[in-house]
């Protein structure tokens, strides 16, 4: 199933994982939730400097001019630490930028990543033409518009073009690849629930464009295998 470990170097050896792991869906709002949530303290902290600010220098509470204490002639000014505390402030955020730009860009390594290798993962070409998808399995049988998988299970598309350039996407599970004549684009997807899911060519590719859509169904693992079995005799 999914899981969401940090990790750290341990004994020299044994490096677990920093950075989200599971479906598309789960990585995608992971990172959405951490750039929300850095977000939403960021501006607070902003605003109640602010709004601290505002109140300490508020129309009559400076002091009076005889209450200054000024440096005599001669005498230097006592230090200030603006410049330290600009500094620090400076390098807290680029730690910060910077541990952030690094995970992203971790976990969106990870979902370019192509999982063929991944035990019990499913293998489907996906062949895109004017206007329309043939999804062909591992034993060679071949699906026109409908794609079944079972859920909690890896599924590795490799998604080809018979004709012009077409794009094999669905928002729900949060893929979408090109499909060009004579090239293999890889992606992969990994549904939590069962269901039936949108998916369609997101490339104009002539006048049938619009109508090019398939239908991406989840299965139970059991249901998957029954349908997997019987396939072949129509059902």
């Known amino acids: 199933m999914l899981d969401f470990s940090f990790s750290f170097l341990l004994a020299g050896s044994n490096i677990l994982q920093i950075f989200p792991t599971g479906s598309r869906n789960f990585i995608f709002d992971q990172i959405f939730f951490i750039f929300v949530l850095l977000g939403t303290i960021v501006g607070v902290i902003v605003i109640?400097?602010?709004?601290?600010?505002?109140?300490?220098?508020?129309?009559?509470?400076?002091?009076?001019?005889?209450?200054?204490?000024?440096?005599?002639?001669?005498?230097?000014?006592?230090?200030?630490?603006?410049?330290?505390?600009?500094?620090?402030?400076?390098?807290?955020?680029?730690?910060?930028?910077?541990a952030l730009v690094v995970w992203t860009y971790g976990s969106l390594l990870y979902v370019e990543a192509q999982p063929s290798q991944v035990d019990g993962a499913l293998t489907?070409?996906?062949?895109?033409?004017?206007?329309?998808?043939?999804?062909?399995?591992?034993?060679?049988?071949?699906?026109?518009?409908?794609?079944?998988?079972?859920?909690?299970?890896v599924t590795v598309l490799k998604i080809t073009s018979r004709d012009v350039l077409h794009n094999f996407g669905s928002p729900d599970l949060r893929i979408k690849a090109d499909a060009a004549p004579g090239q293999i684009s890889e992606t992969w997807f990994l549904a939590e629930s069962t269901g039936t899911y949108d998916s369609?060519?997101?490339?104009?590719?002539?006048?049938?464009?619009?109508?090019?859509?398939?239908?991406?169904?989840?299965?139970?693992?059991?249901?998957?295998?029954?349908?997997?079995?019987?396939k072949n005799n129509g059902n």
């Open 48 to 98: 109640a400097y602010m709004l601290i600010q505002a109140y300490r220098y508020r129309e009559g509470s400076a002091p009076k001019k005889d209450d200054v204490d000024r440096p005599k002639l001669g005498e230097l000014p006592p230090p200030v630490d603006d410049g330290n505390k600009l500094l620090k402030s400076l390098l807290l955020s680029a730690v910060v930028v910077i």
């Open 124 to 153: 489907v070409e996906v062949e895109a033409y004017q206007f329309g998808f043939i999804f062909t399995y591992p034993d060679g049988y071949q699906s026109s518009g409908v794609l079944r998988a079972p859920v909690d299970r």
């Open 200 to 230: 369609a060519c997101y490339e104009l590719c002539g006048a049938g464009h619009s109508y090019m859509k398939a239908d991406i169904i989840i299965l139970e693992n059991s249901e998957f295998e029954q349908w997997n079995k019987t």
